[in-house]
T-cell receptor, first 112, second 115 residues
Framework: GNSVTQMEGPVTLSEEAFLTINCTYT??????LFWYVQYPGEGLQLLLK?????DKGSNKGFEATYRKETTSFHLEKGSVQVSDSAVYFC???????????FGAGTRLFVKA | SQTIHQWPATLVQPVGSPLSLECTVE??????LYWYRQAAGRGLQLLFY??????ISSEVPQNLSASRPQDRQFILSSKKLLLSDSGFYLC??????????????FGPGTRLTVT
């Protein structure tokens, strides 16, 4: 079945450091891929998405590229801020599918 | 624009008491609706989803149930709460629009503590 695997946290970085959170997936067909972010005490928000191979999703300085050959969708940001501290979830849904498969989440702490 | 509401925001209930959590969506019609549970420091567990009024699919057998009495209303219930039902409950929706990538939109959540 479909699955999403993302790096375990927590990840602790200093402000302005480079961020990478790894995500790989297993899926039949051609899924859409997502990164969601959850700030403390809140629901999840869509951060970015990519719907086909080689697409790059980007938002708020975050980027991720849909790599079909490596079945990966790694999240990157060049310079993190304290306000980026949150839990990040990688996810996939297949076209026509009713369900989204979420990774376990990676908690990010950014220190001033 | 679309919005999703959940209430209550927080709830403290004794073991064995009933539960009713409500979720409503505005600004869209015929959405897919979802209930998730998130235990402390953990990922998301899909509990139920619904593709239409009266249509409920259960993902995990447990003492919870869900109902969809109206197109944009989704209710999570229990007759008798267990300690293990504590957690953060999230409602979400997405669109059936052809060609959509099916991203989901989440409500603010209900934090349930069973004592």
């Amino acid at each position: 079945g479909n699955s999403v695997t993302q790096m375990e946290g927590p990840v602790t970085l200093s402000e302005e450091a480079f961020l990478t959170i790894n995500c790989t997936y297993t899926a039949t067909g051609y899924p859409s891929l997502f990164w969601y972010v959850q700030y403390p005490g809140e629901g999840l928000q869509l951060l970015l998405k990519a719907t086909k191979a080689d697409d790059k999703g980007s938002n708020k300085g975050f980027e991720a590229t849909y790599r079909k050959e490596t079945t990966s969708f790694h999240l990157e940001k060049g310079s993190v801020q304290v306000s980026d501290s949150a839990v990040y979830f990688c996810a996939l849904s297949e076209a026509g599918g009713f369900k989204t498969i979420f990774g376990a989440g990676t908690r990010l702490f950014v220190k001033a | 624009s679309q919005t999703i509401h959940q209430w209550p925001a927080t709830l403290v209930q004794p073991v064995g008491s009933p539960l009713s959590l409500e979720c409503t969506v505005e600004g869209t019609s015929n959405p897919n609706l979802y209930w998730y549970r998130q235990a402390a420091g953990r990922g998301l567990q899909l509990l139920f989803y619904s593709v239409g009024i009266g249509q409920i699919s259960s993902e995990v057998p447990q003492n919870l149930s869900a109902s969809r009495p109206q197109d944009r209303q989704f209710i999570l219930s229990s007759k008798k709460l267990l300690l293990s039902d504590s957690g953060f409950y999230l409602c979400a929706w997405n669109s059936k629009t052809s060609g959509s990538s099916y991203e989901q939109y989440f409500g603010p959540g209900t934090r349930l503590t069973v004592t």
